[in-house]
């Protein structure tokens, strides 16, 4: 799924997930069902160039996953941004994903960047 995800397949992504999904990423609202999340996640991929995820740890216990990312974000600006983050999943009984939460501060990812710092100032 993440293949998908980094891969900015919309549609791969949304294969993985129940239909009745919540799913709310880092502060925003909760998204509920596929439509809202479609509509969320293309709106986001429009506000960045690419991304990758690099698997950091996962754990499973019984219809839970956890997995934990360092998150790398590239930037329209080309600057590319490096963040980590967990993603809390739950497993309905068809193995479909029905509650998808994803812990992120994205900060770093929209802030503006010092192309030139200042030089220090001597006295």
Request: charged share 25%; with cysteine; net charge negative.
């Amino acid at each position: 799924m993440f293949s998908k995800i980094d891969a900015m397949d919309v549609e791969g992504f949304l294969s993985n997930l129940a239909e009745n999904v919540t799913f709310q990423f880092g502060n925003a609202p909760a998204l509920v069902g596929r439509a809202a999340v479609r509509e969320g996640v293309v709106a986001f991929f429009s506000s960045i160039a690419a991304l990758r995820h690099e698997m950091t740890g996962k754990w499973e216990a019984d219809d839970i996953t956890i997995v934990r990312f360092m998150t790398y974000y590239t930037r329209h600006d080309r600057i590319e941004v490096e963040v980590p983050c967990a993603v809390i999943l739950h497993h309905a009984e068809d193995t479909l994903i029905d509650d998808y939460r994803i812990y992120i501060d994205l900060a770093p990812v929209f802030a503006p960047q010092l192309r030139d710092k200042p030089a220090a100032a001597t006295h």
